[in-house]
């Protein structure tokens, strides 16, 4: 995520201790893929694609960019 603003190293949340799942600031896969998007400089929303007569996104209905504001503050 160089030259999206993102500091190397950082962590973010913490898991159990056998490293299987999120104990704490969980980050749903949407999320993910929205907060590099807008890293990129894209809007999520506006990336479409037609299949099967419906609109499909890489994020699907969801997508929130609340990570990016948490990956550059440090």
């Known amino acids: 995520m160089a030259g999206g603003g993102v500091k190397g ?4 949340g ?9 104990a704490e600031d969980p980050v ?8 590099i998007l807008g890293l990129l400089g894209l809007d999520h929303t506006t990336l479409t694609y037609p299949y099967l007569g419906r609109d499909f996104r890489l994020t699907d209905v969801g ?12």
């Open 28 to 35: 749903h896969l949407h999320d993910l893929h929205a907060t």
């Open 9 to 12: 190293g950082q962590v973010i």
């Open 14 to 22: 913490s898991t159990d201790e056998l490293g299987l799942r999120a």
């Open 63 to 74: 997508g929130k960019t609340d990570l990016m504001e948490k990956l550059r503050r440090a």
